[in-house]
């Protein structure tokens, strides 16, 4: 069983990872214009990274919804 606590850490991993994309591809068109060749590879793979993992978080996030509204649903649990 998945528990909540899992999606919910999955949940807030999406949006950190989503930022820090969002904040490396920035910094990789502030690089580029300040012709900062070494940065603004730094930068890039960063991003690349942080969308990679985005994708990951992501692809995981959706087998934990799935596999967690597969389960039958507990006894004791009130819904």
Same mark, same amino acid.
Do not use: K, W, Y
């Given at each position: 069983?998945?528990?909540?606590? @899992?999606? @919910?850490?999955?949940?807030?991993?999406?949006?950190?990872?989503?930022?820090?994309?969002?904040? =490396?591809?920035?910094?990789?068109? !502030?690089?580029?214009? @300040?012709?900062?060749?070494?940065?603004?590879? !730094? =930068?890039?793979?960063?991003?690349? =990274?942080? *969308?990679?993992?985005?994708?990951? #978080? *992501?692809?995981? !996030? @959706?087998?934990?919804?799935?596999?967690?509204?597969?389960?039958?649903?507990? #006894?004791?649990?009130?819904?």
């Amino acid at each position: 069983m998945v528990s909540r606590r @899992l999606i @919910l850490v999955l949940v807030a991993a999406a949006v950190v990872l989503l930022v820090s994309f969002a904040v =490396a591809s920035a910094m990789v068109l !502030l690089l580029d214009e @300040l012709v900062d060749a070494g940065g603004a590879l !730094l =930068a890039r793979r960063l991003a690349v =990274a942080c *969308l990679a993992a985005l994708v990951v #978080d *992501l692809i995981c !996030l @959706l087998l934990a919804i799935g596999v967690h509204s597969a389960d039958p649903p507990d #006894d004791n649990e009130q819904t």
